[in-house]
């Protein structure tokens, strides 16, 4: 059974202050941010992530890299929600899903459907967690 994290990438943005700063600079640079971040986790855990942003009345698009984080932006007429629990009814069944998100209703619908939630502070501590302990085993290998 594959392991995925999706966040629910706005939601995740306002909740951090240091990306809701960025964010009031310039959006692309918070977006670019959260990603990093997440590709970081990905590499450290194994866990395939997907950040789900509002696509603002764009049609829908999948931005990811191939070995990256996959990155969707809601279609017109949706919202990054709407895609979220898309996902999860479609996959929950079949794979471990954990959905990062501050929105309640959300993370109570995405449960639902078979989701583990998580906030943003949890989230938080999940991803400086996977760099301490890549960080860990890198000076472990370098002193072998």
Same mark, same amino acid.
């Given at each position: 059974?594959a392991?995925f994290l /999706?966040?629910?990438?706005? &939601?995740?943005i306002?909740?951090?202050?240091?990306l809701?700063a960025l964010h009031?600079?310039r959006?692309?640079?918070? %977006?670019e941010a959260?990603?990093q971040?997440?590709t970081?986790y990905? !590499?450290f855990?194994?866990? %395939?992530v997907?950040a789900v942003?509002d696509?603002?009345?764009q049609?829908?698009?999948d931005?990811g890299?191939?070995?990256g984080?996959?990155?969707i932006?809601?279609g017109q #007429?949706e919202t990054a929600d709407?895609? /979220?629990?898309r996902?999860?009814?479609?996959? #929950?069944q079949?794979?471990?899903?954990?959905?990062? $998100? %501050? !929105?309640?209703?959300?993370?109570?619908t995405? &449960?639902t459907?078979?989701? $583990?939630?998580i &906030?943003? !502070?949890?989230?938080w501590?999940? +991803?400086?967690e996977?760099?301490?302990?890549f960080?860990r !085993? +890198?000076?472990?290998?370098q002193?072998q």
């Amino acid at each position: 059974m594959a392991r995925f994290l /999706i966040v629910d990438a706005h &939601s995740i943005i306002f909740a951090w202050p240091e990306l809701r700063a960025l964010h009031q600079r310039r959006m692309a640079l918070a %977006r670019e941010a959260l990603v990093q971040a997440l590709t970081h986790y990905q !590499d450290f855990s194994g866990v %395939r992530v997907v950040a789900v942003f509002d696509g603002q009345g764009q049609r829908a698009a999948d931005a990811g890299e191939p070995g990256g984080v996959q990155v969707i932006y809601s279609g017109q #007429g949706e919202t990054a929600d709407d895609v /979220i629990e898309r996902l999860v009814a479609r996959y #929950g069944q079949e794979h471990e899903i954990t959905v990062a $998100t %501050r !929105d309640r209703l959300e993370a109570q619908t995405a &449960s639902t459907f078979g989701a $583990t939630c998580i &906030s943003p !502070d949890f989230l938080w501590g999940m +991803l400086g967690e996977a760099r301490a302990g890549f960080e860990r !085993d +890198l000076k472990r290998h370098q002193r072998q």
